[in-house]
């Protein structure tokens, strides 16, 4: 089983990492966010930049972008 893992506050949000740990006995996880807090903003896209992709050493992937934008990023094959 595979488990996409996203919020809007940020891929360095402390419950981001208490989740997808506790999920990883369970299936493969993958997490992808935002890379600073984006909080109302979650359903946005970003479309007057481009969008960067970067993997911190954790392997959580942080995007220069919305919660949509990450989710859209990893659904279509970033």
């Known amino acids: 089983m595979r488990i996409l893992?996203?919020?809007?506050?940020?891929?360095?949000?402390?419950?981001?990492?208490?989740?997808?740990s506790s999920l990883t006995a369970l299936a493969n996880i993958t997490v992808i966010a935002p890379e600073r807090d984006r909080s109302a903003v979650s359903?946005?896209?970003?479309?007057?930049?481009?969008?960067?992709?970067v993997k911190h050493d954790n392997g959580f992937f942080a995007v220069n972008g919305t919660p949509a934008?990450?989710?859209?990023?990893?659904?279509?094959?970033?």
């Open 5 to 20: 893992l996203s919020n809007d506050d940020g891929v360095s949000a402390i419950g981001l990492s208490v989740l997808a």
């Open 43 to 53: 359903n946005s896209l970003t479309l007057d930049l481009p969008l960067r992709i």
């Open 69 to 78: 934008d990450a989710v859209h990023l990893a659904l279509t094959g970033y």
